[in-house]
């Protein structure tokens, strides 16, 4: 089953189930998402960055280190964002420099997700040369129109074009990574547009990946998600480990504020955090004991996408 | 003048240490100087005279990378020091730099301090000079 549900409700209650299922405590998270910075060059329509409260920064490298260091020691094959929320390219070689350590400590699955706005020629190559694994781009939108009303801020020509770039230049030098990804989060304003979004780039050899909006704990509008739908145990909060730029440890991906902190990495261990403070989160949701859980997990929709997107691979030259 | 049996470096200032429309040009050339300087022998040597922050020093981390990456048997790095945060002290121990020259009319305390954990970080390499501002 699709998990870009389009059935009636019964069916995706089936496929919620089939879900959580699979979801069990992990002593070590699977994936860590450790936010470098906090910054964030654009205003999208479906993002609530421009009304985030908390302070905007920089992660200290002696604590990206520190993370990176318990991550190989513990368990390098784990899935590892080093983004959260905000545009990690903001960086610039300071995000090339952390790429690099973390792929010369052993990290075998490091992924980023940019709005692709700052890569340019000279960005394509030191990714390229930086051994990242997958690079992701929210792009959501094909038309010039759909997506500058989404991606607010960014000029879908240049973003396209810095793309095909990397594309072209990975292909240029033979080399087999980043995996170069495509998103679409679907929404009302999009949806008529991703027959054309997923073939134009398949077509440039880029994998595409479809997914549901997200309401970022219920921050902004998110009409696909059903209040009504029987709730499982979030796929986030059994497998994601969230850090904010200044260590903090919360619920999860879209805990943007920091609403739930279960410790700090650093003067704490991921480990220690994640089977220890967080696990009484964890078990909460897999005894669903949904009435106590705290904010933001309490009357999130989220866990309603948290588990999957439609993949379409490429076979086009480029990847 | 260039002592006999030594080559003339090859030099080249860094204007911009953050994302601009030339950045990407300078990078370019700092590209083609390693190479030409790894091809013949010569030496190279970044010049950045300015300020710095959490971001920027980076760049000058990759340019000094790239160049010994690129086979340039001796890469210099000439400053004023105002680069050198904290943070600086482990990619100039890791970027394999064969020469910091720094040109300062005095060493602050801070500045001491660093000089003193690269050296107890990396010993001898790379090596590092201080020597008054040229006129």
Redesign the interface.
Same mark, same amino acid.
């Given at each position: 089953m699709s998990p870009i549900y389009k059935g009636d409700s019964s069916d995706k209650r089936a496929f919620l189930l089939t879900l959580e299922a699979r979801q069990h405590l992990h002593e070590f998270p699977p994936q860590v998402i450790i936010e470098t910075t906090a910054a964030c060059n654009l205003t999208c329509a479906h993002c609530s960055h421009d009304a985030m409260t908390r302070p905007v920064g920089?992660m200290?490298?002696?604590l990206y280190r520190k993370i990176v260091d318990e991550i190989a020691e513990c368990a390098p094959h784990t899935e590892v964002w080093p983004t959260f929320y905000g545009e990690a390219f903001?960086?610039?070689? $300071?995000l090339?420099?952390m790429l690099q350590y973390a792929k010369q400590r052993g990290l075998t699955n490091l992924v980023l997700n940019t709005n692709g706005t $700052?890569f340019?020629?000279?960005v394509a190559e030191?990714v390229i040369e930086s051994g990242l694994d997958l690079v992701m781009f929210s792009l959501d939108g094909f038309s010039p129109a759909v997506f500058e009303s989404v991606r607010v801020g960014a000029h879908r020509d240049e973003v396209f074009a810095n793309v095909e770039r990397l594309l072209a230049i990975k292909a240029h030098r033979g080399a087999t990574t980043p995996r170069v990804e495509v998103q679409f989060s679907m929404m009302d304003a999009n949806e008529h547009e991703v027959g054309q979004f997923r073939e134009y780039w398949l077509a440039r050899g880029a994998d595409v990946k479809i997914r549901e909006k997200l309401s970022w704990g219920g921050t902004v509008g998110a009409g696909n998600l059903d209040p009504q739908m029987h709730r499982i145990a979030c796929p986030w909060a059994l497998r994601t480990c969230a850090i904010h730029w200044n260590g903090d440890v919360v619920a999860c991906a879209v805990d943007y504020e920091g609403k739930f902190v279960a410790g700090n990495v650093s003067t704490q261990s991921i480990r220690d955090i994640w089977t220890g403070p967080h696990r009484v989160l964890q078990r909460q949701h897999l005894a669903h004991e949904f009435a106590v859980l705290p904010s933001p997990c309490h009357d999130c929709l989220d866990w309603q996408v948290a588990g999957g997107a439609e993949h379409y691979q490429s076979q086009a030259r480029g990847q | 003048m260039t002592p006999p049996g030594h080559a003339e470096a090859i030099v080249m200032t860094a204007h911009s240490l953050?994302?601009n429309p030339t950045?990407?040009a300078e990078?370019?050339e700092w590209k083609r100087l390693a190479a030409q300087a790894a091809a013949a022998g010569r030496p190279l040597q970044l010049r950045y005279f300015g300020s710095a922050n959490?971001?920027?020093g980076?760049?000058l981390?990759?340019m000094l990378q790239y160049a010994k990456q690129a086979g340039v048997e001796k890469v210099a790095l000439y400053s004023d020091g105002q680069f050198w945060i904290d943070?600086a002290t482990?990619?100039l121990a890791e970027c394999g730099v064969d020469e910091v020259v720094l040109e300062v009319a005095a060493v602050p305390a801070p500045l001491q301090e660093r000089l003193a954990n690269l050296a107890a970080r990396s010993g001898p390499h790379p090596a590092v000079t201080v020597r008054p501002t040229p006129d």
């Open positions: 920089h200290p490298m002696a903001l960086l610039d070689y $300071r090339f420099y $700052r340019n020629g000279e030191w | 953050a994302p950045s990407e990078m370019l959490q971001i920027a980076y760049r981390h990759y943070e482990d990619w």
